[in-house]
């Protein structure tokens, strides 16, 4: 009988890195099926040409399916749906709308109905193992403290609706979790490019810092809002998400768990801002601003976030109150050789990255 891991979020960052682990680690038996929407298909046909051919003995291992979570039934035909009903013993739902900016009503029918469609399929999928879902540690809105793997309920304030949105999903998939379906939540940090290649898709978050930096010659003023020396900004590469995710899933122990794919000793914001000052030869002339000011300015005075280039939905990232405890994450990753490295050990790779990729927007997939 055929297999099927389903997985959506396909060829985004994560997923496009994903897949090819989740070929190596299963027979040749086991096909993936990734729902994709229209409009990136042949997008998603050329990545999954490039991960077979690393891959010979994989060749037609990926199949691509066209559909939308954010409609019933996936938006997929009734056929395909039925197929994967019958066929899934893994669900893997990484589609998400992963933009600070986006608006209310997209990120409510991609994150929440989009979800609660994902979770329709697969309390329909008999012979399903396990629902793998990817969250993020921004559930916890602006939580005044530590904020643990078994929080949820209790978040601070959001700072926009993508953090809002997630927090509803995955409220969705931890209460079909303690109804009874086998599933595993990962929330990763704020993820950037591969700590070996510096390789991403998008450049947002401290990618506005690392553009800012670039245009100016040996000194460079940086704006900063609150105080840099006390927030602390929790930066992950792709490679390490990718890496525990793969571990992770394939224990049995993880089943029920919630594990927050963060940097157990992140960087204050001043701590970061001089590794990039010295990776990009600038002198940074560090401004603090306060907070309310800061945003203030980006969100109301014209020119300031197109003359600097950084979004005002960022700003609150770097003065943001919460920390992330890792602790289930630390048990279940002992013995696997897999860390998160140090931001210093890769932060020239993602400036080489982006100096070498000019044209690489901020627009994630939506």
Known sequence: MTRTIFLTGFPGLLGSALVGRLLDRHERDVWITALVQPRYRERAEAQAARIEAERPARRGGIRIVEGDIARPRLGMELAAYEAVRREAREIWHLA???????????????????????????????GLERFQYVSTCYVSGRYPGTFRE????????????????????????????????????????????DSRTGETQKYDGPYYIIQWILRWGRTAPLPLPGDPERYRVNLVPR???????????????????????????????????????AVTGRRLLRVCVPERLALAAFRH????????????????????????????????LEGSGITCPPFQSYAERLVRF?????????????
């Open 150 to 193: 078994t929080d949820l309920d209790g978040p601070g304030p959001f700072n926009n609706h993508y953090e809002e949105t997630k927090h509803r999903a995955e409220v969705e998939v931890q209460r079909a979790m303690s109804q009874g379906l086998p599933a595993t939540v990962y929330r990763p940090a704020i993820v950037v490019g």
């Open 96 to 126: 998400a709308v992963y933009d600070l900016g986006v608006p209310r009503d997209l990120a409510e029918r991609v994150n929440v109905q989009g979800t609660r469609h994902v979770l329709d399929l697969a309390g329909g999928t008999h």
């Open 239 to 277: 490679d390490f998400v990718v890496d525990a995710l793969d571990h992770l899933s394939s224990l049995k122990a993880s089943e029920g768990q919630v594990y927050q794919l963060a940097d157990p000793q992140p960087l204050t914001v001043a701590e970061m801002t001089r590794i990039l000052g």
């Open 354 to 366: 982006m100096e070498e990729n000019p044209d690489i927007g901020s627009v994630g997939m939506a």
């Open 301 to 332: 005075l014209p020119g300031v976030a197109s003359l600097t280039g950084i979004k005002p939905e960022a700003v609150p990232y770097f003065s943001h109150p919460t920390q992330y405890d890792t602790a289930q994450t630390d048990r279940d």
